[in-house]
């Protein structure tokens, strides 16, 4: 087993984490109340569902370790193909310190769902609160690991011009979920599609993306007789900066 079948496995715990993703929060973790909903039905919806949101919870931190994993195999293709590690730990660090403040927001819910019949109802509801708005402590990291990684693919031409646009979107709708610290309801709340849906969804389709396209670039490297992938990447920045370099002196590249 060569390399890069091990980044093909390591690429691929992106698509593990958004799936994981998905079915935590969409399918296994009840719907909950609006955010602006008394504190008793707050209290309600986890006397009722406490077990639902525990095994969503654990499947979402189970998420959060394959996220991880895959930071370790993106910082690396990252690193490879700009040719510094500059870019490529802003990646590392703005991934690992958004991933610290939705464990953080987890840890706030699972106590919410601990003991909610021993616990007074109002203060079950902060910490929900909490889970909801420790995303917007996570804003500044999940933005810098979006832009710096489309900076990277835009720059060296290593990937598809489409994905790095893609991950730009995933950084410019970041900023989107402030909305929840200045309203309870409407489409900026934590729980509305500017102030939650849009920018998770969006974070997902990028990662989904940006996983996928490593995984597929692997698995075609690690067939026998085939370029390296990472060759394959030296290769295609290589190949960019050659015709940059032309294009500055006015030659035609090739």
Sequence with gaps: MN?????????????????????????????????????????????????????GLVILAAAMFFFIWFLGTLTSVLRIATGTPRLP????????????????????????????????????????????????AAIPAFTAFFAAAAVVILRTGAFPAWLGWLLVIGALVQPLTFGALFTK???????????????????????????????AWARDAARPGNVSLTDRIRGAVTGAATGAAAGARGERPG
């Design 3 to 55: 390399d890069d079948r091990y980044v093909e496995y390591g690429a691929a715990t992106g698509i593990v984490f958004v799936i994981l993703s998905v079915i935590g929060f969409a399918v296994v973790i009840p719907t909950p109340p609006d955010l602006n909903a008394p504190a008793q039905e707050w209290s309600s919806y986890f006397l009722g569902h406490h077990d639902a949101v525990r095994a």
């Design 89 to 136: 730990s802003i990646v590392l660090i703005g991934g690992v310190l958004g991933a610290t403040c939705l464990l953080i927001g987890f840890s706030a819910e699972a106590v919410a769902a601990y003991r909610p019949q021993g616990v007074d109802p109002v203060l079950t509801r902060a910490l929900n609160d909490i889970f909801v708005l420790v995303g917007v």
């Design 185 to 215: 309801s409407g489409a900026f709340a934590g729980d509305g599609v500017l102030g939650l849906f849009i920018p998770f969804i969006v974070s997902l389709v990028a990662i989904f993306a940006l996983s996928a396209l490593i995984t």
